[in-house]
């Protein structure tokens, strides 16, 4: 039975209080950041499902709401990337000095508009962000610029049906100059809800994971 430490925690920027759930496996080998899409948050239960499969891989997890409540309800506050990204790079920042997490190698799993987020802080960061993934997300929000910054290996998946998102990532794709990889959901719409759609996101991002944030020899060990 997988062994877990679960705790709230607490991330302080930008004068508010953005609240988490940290899960640390025993022997954890990496630290995946979750950055939710416009109106979600760190309780969204397709999140929760790839966050729960890669811990079986090792891989630490924090869900964490970059906006608070009032915040969210407001539409144009959930599409400040600038504000988003600011945000999950505070929480890379809590990670790196938490004693418990300090050690460990991050990557950064984005949906939605926190995928674009996500990539603004990858191009910031450089070297300290080792992986991202996307899933169903808006990388063209990041901005050209932020897109050809970007060094960090990354994997976008879409929905093959989810077609206005599916020609925005490839226009992203295009923009990114690191190793990067395209991988496309057959049948499956923006949310993944179709069977099995799900789980085909959660494999490809534990691969990419396992593969950027442990090693290739790792990516063929099933938990």
């Given amino acids: 039975m997988l062994s877990l430490k679960q705790e709230l925690i607490d991330v302080e920027t930008d004068g508010v209080s953005l609240e988490g759930m940290l899960t640390i496996p025993r022997d954890?080998?990496?630290?995946?950041?979750?950055?939710?899409?416009?109106g979600s948050s760190r309780l969204s239960p397709r999140n929760k499902y790839v966050a729960d499969y890669l811990q079986k891989f090792q891989m630490g997890t924090l869900l964490i709401d970059l906006l608070t409540p009032h915040e969210d309800s407001n539409l144009s506050t959930r599409f400040d990337i600038s504000l988003l990204s600011r945000?999950?790079?505070?929480?890379?920042?809590?990670?790196?000095?938490?004693?418990?997490?300090?050690?460990?190698?991050?990557?950064?799993?984005?949906?939605?508009?926190?995928?674009?987020?996500?990539?603004?802080?990858?191009?910031?960061?450089?070297?300290?962000?080792v992986a991202v993934v996307s899933?169903?997300?808006?990388?063209?929000?990041?901005?050209?610029?932020?897109?050809?910054?970007?060094?960090?290996?990354?994997?976008?998946?879409?929905?093959?049906?989810?077609?206005?998102?599916?020609?925005?990532?490839?226009?992203?794709?295009?923009?990114?100059?690191?190793?990067?990889?395209?991988?496309?959901?057959?049948?499956?719409t923006h949310l993944?809800?179709?069977?099995?759609?799900?789980?085909?996101?959660?494999?490809?991002?534990a691969d990419w994971f396992v593969q950027h944030l442990i090693g290739p020899e790792a990516v063929a060990v099933k938990p």
């Avoid at 929480?91 to 004693?99: N, V």
């Avoid at 993944?192 to 991002?205: D, N, R, S, T, Y």
């Fill in 87 to 129: 945000r999950l790079n505070s929480a890379c920042d809590w990670l790196q000095i938490s004693e418990a997490t300090a050690h460990l190698p991050i990557g950064l799993f984005g949906a939605s508009t926190g995928a674009a987020g996500a990539l603004q802080v990858a191009a910031m960061r450089g070297q300290g962000i």
């Fill in 192 to 205: 993944f809800e179709e069977p099995g759609a799900l789980e085909q996101v959660a494999a490809l991002a």
């Fill in 28 to 38: 954890a080998a990496g630290m995946i950041l979750f950055a939710h899409g416009s």
């Fill in 135 to 188: 899933r169903g997300g808006r990388p063209d929000l990041a901005g050209r610029s932020a897109l050809r910054m970007v060094n960090t290996p990354t994997l976008l998946i879409i929905g093959g049906h989810d077609d206005i998102v599916l020609e925005l990532n490839r226009q992203a794709y295009a923009l990114l100059r690191c190793e990067k990889r395209l991988e496309i959901v057959r049948g499956a």
